[in-house]
């Protein structure tokens, strides 16, 4: 089968990374790279053996895909300008800055055939392959999720910046419709919010409470998950999981260790334990696991690891949490920060 040509359209720092990886990836030639600087685009193109293009035009004539890791502000137009010619497109998260764009994109991608993965890339984290096979059926979700400041991302706030990781996975997780959305936060070292906390309930009674930082001391990537059997702990960053059971019966030669009886904390009779494991993770690249799922959806029909749709939703619930902490800072109106928004907002059934 004929190898995919592809491209990278911007090579920042998570740009490069992905240039590099195409480089070394065997099923595809990578054909080359654009950025608005470029000086930049020479550097990498020569640094990783592939042409540095100097427009649009010239490089949708030698590709089939192309990664976009340009600024979150330039998704919208350079995705539309690739689907509406065929070329599949790897978009790095945010998909678009606005429900309306994504929108957009998603019926471009369907009229030209076209293939949109979204770059949600904690879907591809070894730590949470590791609990893919558990019946995750969350009651609470609580979520830390803390950067030390990085430049290079202040062109959105902390929401479409870190947030949006993992309202994608709380909504993959939970696949409920939400009910209510609060939220506030502040801006400390940008014009936009530094600092946020959202909380999401959703109409089966699941709630998720989300912080995100990006002006922390340490970088933490945390996601607490409490259902009715089990407490499981996800470190991201670390690639980690904890996980602890409630057993009935007293525990046999398969479960790891017992943490606990119980009885011991409720002071009451009980045959009920909290077991304790590990689970083992299995080591990968989680860019690299995300760019041969793209790949595997063009030339094997493969499902789309993160669709457009997905990727949409996320935006929606990222707006709308920006609203209610413009609502919480600017004191625009005399608003309780916690009242139900109105169910117009709420609706992403045209998302699909």
């Not at 070894?126 to 096979?133: E, G, I, Q, T």
């Not at 014009?191 to 409470?209: K, L, Q, S, Y």
Request: glycine share 4%; net charge positive.
């Amino acid at each position: 089968m004929k190898k995919l040509n592809v491209a990278v359209i911007g090579v920042g720092h998570l740009g490069k990374i992905h240039t590099k990886l195409w480089s070394q990836n065997k099923n595809v030639n990578l054909v080359g790279v654009l950025d608005i600087n470029r000086p930049l685009a020479r550097s990498v193109a020569a640094e990783f053996g592939c042409k540095p293009f100097r427009t649009l035009i010239e490089m949708m004539k030698y590709i089939d895909a192309v990664t976009i890791a340009a600024d979150t502000k330039h998704h919208y137009g350079l995705a539309k300008k690739m689907l509406s010619n065929g070329i599949h497109c790897l978009i790095e998260k945010p998909i678009t800055q606005t429900f309306k764009q994504g929108n957009t994109l998603i019926k471009i991608a369907e009229k030209n055939n076209a293939i949109i993965q979204v770059g949600h890339v904690e879907r591809f984290n070894p730590a949470l392959n590791a609990v893919s096979d558990m019946n995750l059926k969350p009651l609470f979700i609580e979520v830390h999720r803390l950067s030390q400041f990085k430049p290079r991302a202040i062109d959105v706030s902390v929401v479409f910046d870190l947030m949006i990781h993992d309202i994608d996975l709380i909504m993959w997780m939970v696949k409920s419709k939400i009910k209510k959305i609060s939220a506030n936060g502040v801006a400390i070292l940008t014009n936009t919010p530094d600092i946020a906390n959202a909380r999401i309930e959703f109409a089966n009674g699941t709630i998720a409470n989300i912080t995100a930082s990006r002006i922390s001391a340490n970088n933490i990537r945390k996601f607490r998950i409490f259902q009715r059997d089990a407490y499981i702990s996800i470190d991201f960053g670390n690639q980690k999981v904890d996980l602890f059971k409630i057993i009935d019966g007293k525990p046999n030669a398969s479960h790891k260790d017992v943490a606990l009886n119980l009885g011991s904390i409720m002071d009451i009779p009980t045959d009920r334990y909290i077991t304790y494991e590990q689970p083992k993770i299995r080591a990968w690249n989680a860019i690299q696991e995300e760019q041969n799922s793209f790949v595997e959806s063009i030339t094997h029909n493969k499902p789309i690891a993160v669709t457009a749709y997905e990727a949409v939703k996320a935006v929606r619930i990222a707006e709308i949490i920006t609203k209610r902490l413009n609502s919480y800072n600017n004191r625009i109106t005399e608003i309780d920060n916690t009242e139900k928004i109105t169910l117009a907002e709420y609706d992403l059934q045209g998302i699909r």
